[in-house]
């Protein structure tokens, strides 16, 4: 069929790297369809809004879009609209969707998305909104299809949900209890990727430490790790791990592996025990502060991330201090900090949200200022030393440039032929800067 005569998708996604990698998955099944895909709305057949509920931002964001959503409607009767992701879990959502938003034609949860071609149908059918969200957990569907992109990074899914219920997080109502797809599912899914070519892969999770406890046979994430390691793909990543669940065990099992990288996300939320004890972190900051001195000890040059929630409901000056002082004394690569931001269902909703936004945004802001800094200061290490990059592509902000990572996950932009593109390539490090690198290609380098 010409692609002119073919209906047109555009997704709209939002939140973790969960979500970009379900809207891979949909958008392989659409490809299977006989749909193609458009970036213009004008263009579009159908537009699927696939949603985070993390931050309350991130909703009334959607609502927004999906208001604008009613002219381009009007115009183009015949066009459908879907709303998945976290937010369709939300049955608040769901009740405002049908009561003020009757643009939209479907709404499906975060475990139904194999049921894609037969909403579909039915909504072509039907004149009412068609709702298919989940109320137990989902199974695990294997063997869709994903379209994913370039052909050099993927991220694979090892397992969906969270037991660990933070006070402050939807996840677990929306994703549901922690389901660990099979062993022999991730390994031959990997085995093809590299087959295919791809450079590495990024093992998702919401708490991949306790991937396989829900599993019969006897395997834990140190042991898919290795299984993993063995197969031969460049790099691997992984994300995210709890605290409380990143064993001795792991780590050996990094340190002495070939192809994981030296970059471990590890979210701490609060600095001070008080709030930890109200978040249900179920760790303390001194047994924080021991693995990563652990983690530093063992993985030479290891690159830290964490999150930071700032203003959990009764953090008091001196208990943000203390969150000040965690960043200060690990010297994080990066850190993702987020202003609290109560959600329906959660305990910490039922919690008083005493502190003002002023002085959350003012906490916000010292967080940043104080993490810039030590930013900058950890990549002027980098500086005068010799790195092994993955190129991806030409840099997006400085055109002609190319672009890539390090293992430890830092950007690295540098002069070079396109036919570097997908290849690993040693850059001596010239000039640091707050979010990136400049360097040049360094033949001889190690
Ligand atoms: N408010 C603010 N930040 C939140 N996060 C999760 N829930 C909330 C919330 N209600 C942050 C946590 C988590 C990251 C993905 O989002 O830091 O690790
Ligand atoms: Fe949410 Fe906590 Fe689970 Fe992370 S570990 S997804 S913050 S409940």
Redesign the pocket.
């Known amino acids: 069929m010409e692609v002119k005569n073919r209906r047109k998708y555009l997704f709209r996604t939002y939140g973790c790297q969960m979500n970009e990698h379900d809207t891979e998955i949909m958008e392989g099944m659409l490809n299977e369809l006989g749909y193609a895909p458009t970036t213009t709305e004008e263009d579009a057949d159908f537009i699927i809004f696939n949603t985070c509920s993390?931050r309350e931002n991130a909703d009334n964001k959607v609502f927004g879009e999906i208001g604008r959503m009613k002219n381009l409607k009007r115009s183009n009767p015949n066009m459908l609209l879907a709303l998945c992701g976290c937010m369709a879990q939300q049955q608040t959502v769901v009740d405002r969707i049908l009561k003020s938003y009757p643009q939209v034609d479907m709404v499906f949860g975060t475990h139904n998305i194999h049921k894609l071609p037969e909403l579909i149908e039915q909504a072509f059918l039907s004149k009412e909104t068609i709702i298919d969200v989940w109320q137990t957990e989902g199974e695990i569907v294997e063997n869709l299809p994903r379209a994913r992109k370039d052909g050099l990074k993927a991220w694979v899914t090892i397992m969906y949900g969270?037991?660990?219920?933070?006070t402050?997080?939807?996840?677990?109502h929306t994703?549901g209890r922690e389901r660990s797809r099979s062993f022999e599912n991730i390994i031959t899914e990997i085995k093809q990727l590299k087959d295919e070519g791809y450079k590495e892969v990024t093992l998702l999770g919401?708490?991949v430490n306790s991937y396989g406890n829900d599993l019969e046979d006897n395997v834990d994430f140190p042991t898919l790790l290795k299984e993993i390691d063995k197969i031969g793909i460049n790099r691997i990543r992984f994300m995210?791990s709890?605290p409380k669940d990143f064993t001795d065990e792991l780590m050996d099992v990094i340190k002495n592996s070939e192809n994981i990288c030296e970059q471990i996300h590890l979210?701490f939320?609060a600095g001070s025990d008080e709030v930890l004890k109200r978040?249900?972190?179920k760790h303390s900051r001194e047994w924080y502060l021991d693995k990563i001195n652990a983690i530093k000890n063992n993985i030479p040059n290891v690159a830290l991330s964490t999150?930071i929630i700032v203003g959990f409901p009764g953090e008091t000056d001196e208990q943000f201090e203390k969150t000040l002082d965690m960043v200060r004394q690990v010297e994080f690569d990066i850190a993702y900090t987020f202003i609290y931001s109560p959600r329906t269902g959660t305990p910490a909703a039922n919690l008083e949200d005493n502190i003002s936004l002023s002085d959350k945004k003012r906490r916000l802001q010292a967080l940043i200022q104080t993490q810039n800094d030590i930013s900058k200061k950890k990549n002027l290490e980098y500086v005068n030393k010799t790195v092994e990059v993955l190129v991806e592509g030409y840099s997006k902000t400085n055109t002609d440039k190319l672009t890539g990572r390090t293992r430890t996950n830092k950007v690295v932009n540098f002069f070079g032929e396109d036919t570097l593109i997908g290849q690993l390539v040693n850059i001596r490090i010239e000039t640091a800067k707050t979010w990136s690198l400049e360097g040049v290609i360094d033949n001889d380098g190690k």
């Open positions: 993390v969270c037991n660990n219920f933070c402050y997080c939807i996840v677990p994703r919401q708490n995210t709890h979210p939320q978040m249900n972190r999150d």
